[in-house]
Each structure stands twice: as structure tokens, then as C-alpha cells.
């Protein structure tokens, strides 16, 4: 597309917007003038939809007015709640159903997968990450270690970019599965970078992971309702995520796991609770552990409606566009910011996010120079939200669902202003 930086032609675009109407089902943050914030932090929490408050109050009333009975009886029984969100689910992350489970949040789900996929022995022990992982990522993956018997001074590999460099280089991995693949347990890797909006590929490192013998599995925190990720063509063994991001689910929702089909089996070591137990005697109370295969293997307790609600909510909504639309204007708008800040051509600010769209989802992220935090001081007095990540980058993401080409373009226009 040949972009112009004008506001006419930041109108015409969202004119020509075939998902222009979704802006309208989202609650926007108000200012104090009454005017909507410039909300560009949906890779950190996704705005409510309107429609939110509806589920959530159609499972109080059947809570008031059934009790206990709300189980079974409720418009939407409880007891398979969480069933009715799974296709839905499964769409977002390129899934067979049985592939994925919407349970626990991310880090615990993120545990409850390396002890089935962490099996470390004296030969086989180690583990890759990023070395600018997101920090609970990086605690869940030492703890891991320690709990095991090992160091993490030994097991820990740390995939990092170059000197001088921001990103990581594939080969650079490469080299490193290579050198060390022999020893080498599990590669556990963010899907799309928290800090500077990497995305990795996720089928190549797969293959290349389960070719000397790795398992490999994905945080998608960043990637879920954001990348069109197909999960199961991937070939990877696991993959867990948050959905109050991109997937709009309310501060400190419920998270989502992928198993892929080929480990549907019950001798796979798990930590175990009832809700992963066999449906049809679940209640019986006297069986031995019996897991029901694919990923619903590894719930544990029953889920909080409330909760499953709020991404039922959000979710219906994603069925209705599809990641297929929400893709293709994502790469628009993320690509029409890219092309406004370079035309600032300022030496304070660069982004670091790649270029190659293929290599990022809606995220860009802003390196200010001496690591100034007064210039994201000043965006926010102006009406931007956006967030700091220390020590030097402002991110900012153009999520599709609600943010229009005008936001983009007024974002570009204050940041100009405030350096």
C-alpha cells in the first residue's frame, strides 16, 4: 500500500475499513475532556467489549436464582462451560479442539507443561530460552531446573542477539541447537518477543528442535489473537498463553493451553486433578486417575465461570471476523505507524521491532535514546496509552480490532510534538 501521512488520508482509511463497525463494541478510556484516549496497549490488556458485561451478568443471575443447580441448569450450564469456548479457541491458535484447553493462568499452565515436557536425565537436561525472556518465564523455567536436582548456571542456554543488536539471529539459534541439541531437553521460547516485537518461526525451530531429539514449546502471551500462529501444522509439542492481551478478557483472566494431538496419551507424567479426569465417572469419586485424552488431560479443578464468560464474550467476536481480516488489517496499520515514524527522522527514537511484517504481529517498539522516559511522560499527559519497558522502549500496538488508522496517525503526530 502507498501511505500518505495526512489525516484525509488516515480518514479515507478507516472510511474504507471493512472492520471499522468492531471499534464501536469495544469501551474506549476516556479522558477527563470526555474525548477517548489514544489506547495503543492492547498487547498488555485488551479493552472490554460491550457485549462483556452481558455474559458475565447472565451467569450472576443464573448464580442468584439457581444456586448449586446453575450446573446443569443455568442458560449456559457451568459444569461444560469451558467446551463452549474450545472451537473458538482452537480458530485463534490454528488447532484441532482437542488440542486446546482454556484453564489456570499462564504461568501455571506454563509449570503444568514442563512437567509433562521437562523430563531431564544426567545426558538430556538443559533448557534454551530467550535471554531477554519475560521474567516469570524466565523464574518458571529455573525453578524447573532447581526442582529437578539441577543448575541452572549449567542447564539455563540463553539465545541472545549480537553485540550491538537488538534481535535475535535464527541462525544464531541454529548454531546453537546444533552445538548443544545432544543435551538439550526442551527449547521453551516466547512466540513474539515482549520487548522489541520479535516473532519467532515457529515450525522451522520446531523441526529443527525435534530433529535432535528437543522438546519445544511456546509462551504465545504476546502471539494469541495477535499472529496467525496454526499451532497444530507446527508441529509443536506445547503452547500455553494468556487471553487478556489481544483476546480482551479482563485483567488476570484465564490462559490457554495447546497439547498437540500425538501426545494424547494417558502414561504422559502430569500433575493431575479431577476436572482432567474421565467425564462419564468423574463424579463417581472412587476411580483412579483417568485422564481424558487431548489437552483437557491437564485441567485441574473446575474453571471460574465468570471468568470463561468475560472470553466468551470476546471470543464470539473473533469468530464473527476471523484472523484471517484481523490479520490482513493488522499488517496494514502496523505498517502504515511504521511508515509515519520513519518519517519523523528523528535520531532520539528508532524502532527495533523487524521490518519483515512476517517477522512481527501489531506490536512496534520505540527506542528512545539515553533511555529518556520524559518523552513517554509526555505522550501520556497528551492522551496516549501506551507502556515502558525498561530500560529504553515505548510500545505501542495497533491492535485491529479497535484502533483505527486515525489513532495511528494522531499517536505519530503528538509523539512529533513531544520530541
Request: charged share 25%; glycine share 6%.
Amino acid at each position: 500500500m502507498n501511505y500518505e501521512n495526512t489525516a484525509t488520508f488516515a480518514t479515507l482509511k478507516d472510511t474504507e475499513d471493512p472492520l471499522r463497525s468492531y471499534r464501536e463494541r469495544f469501551h474506549l478510556p476516556i479522558k477527563k475532556d470526555g474525548t477517548p484516549h489514544i489506547y495503543l496497549c492492547g498487547n498488555s490488556l485488551g479493552l472490554q467489549s460491550k457485549s462483556t458485561r452481558q455474559y458475565i451478568e447472565q451467569e450472576l443471575l443464573d448464580w442468584e436464582k439457581l444456586g448449586v443447580e446453575g450446573h446443569f441448569h443455568a442458560r449456559n450450564p457451568w459444569m461444560p462451560y469451558h467446551e463452549f469456548l474450545t472451537k473458538a479457541m482452537a480458530n485463534v491458535v490454528g488447532a484441532k479442539p482437542e488440542e486446546v484447553v482454556v484453564m489456570n493462568t499462564l504461568s501455571v499452565n506454563l509449570h503444568l507443561m514442563m512437567v509433562s515436557f521437562y523430563q531431564p536425565d544426567n545426558e538430556r537436561f538443559k533448557i534454551v530460552i530467550e535471554s531477554d525472556a519475560f521474567p516469570s518465564d524466565r523464574y518458571a523455567v529455573e525453578s524447573q531446573i532447581r526442582f529437578h536436582g539441577h543448575d541452572p548456571r549449567e542447564a539455563l542456554l540463553e539465545i541472545r542477539p549480537r553485540e550491538g543488536e537488538e534481535l535475535v539471529r535464527m541462525e544464531d539459534l541454529e548454531a546453537l541447537i546444533e552445538r548443544e541439541g545432544n543435551q538439550i531437553a526442551l527449547i521453551m521460547l516466547g512466540g513474539v518477543n515482549y520487548y522489541t516485537g520479535q516473532v519467532f518461526d515457529f515450525k522451522k525451530i520446531t523441526s529443527l528442535g525435534q530433529a535432535h531429539g528437543c522438546k519445544v514449546g511456546f509462551d504465545l502471551a504476546h502471539a494469541a489473537g495477535n499472529l496467525d500462529l496454526q499451532l497444530h501444522d507446527s508441529g509443536m509439542d506445547f503452547a500455553v498463553w494468556c487471553t487478556y492481551k489481544y483476546l480482551n478478557s479482563g485483567p488476570g483472566s484465564l490462559g490457554g493451553c495447546f497439547v498437540h494431538e500425538r501426545h494424547a496419551r494417558a502414561d504422559l507424567p502430569r500433575f493431575a486433578g479431577w476436572w482432567g479426569h474421565n467425564k462419564t465417572t468423574r463424579f463417581n469419586m472412587r476411580h483412579d486417575f483417568d485422564p481424558i485424552p487431548g489437552a483437557e488431560g491437564w485441567q485441574l479443578s473446575n474453571p471460574p465461570i465468570l471468568s470463561l464468560a468475560a472470553i466468551r464474550a470476546s471470543l464470539d467476536i473473533f469468530e464473527e471476523v476471523g484472523m484471517k481480516k484481523l490479520n490482513e488489517k493488522s499488517s496494514l496499520l502496523t505498517g502504515y505507524m511504521e511508515f509515519l515514524l520513519d518519517e519523523i527522522q528523528n535520531e532520539n527514537i528508532r524502532i527495533i521491532t523487524p521490518r519483515d511484517p512476517s517477522q512481527r504481529g501489531c506490536q512496534l517498539s520505540i527506542q528512545v535514546k539515553n533511555a529518556n522516559k520524559l518523552l513517554f511522560e509526555k505522550i501520556t499527559e497528551k492522551g496516549v496509552i501506551a507502556d515502558w519497558r525498561e530500560p529504553d522502549v515505548i510500545r505501542v500496538a495497533p491492535v485491529p480490532l479497535y484502533n483505527s488508522y486515525m489513532d495511528v496517525f494522531e499517536f505519530v503526530e503528538i509523539l512529533k510534538a513531544s520530541l
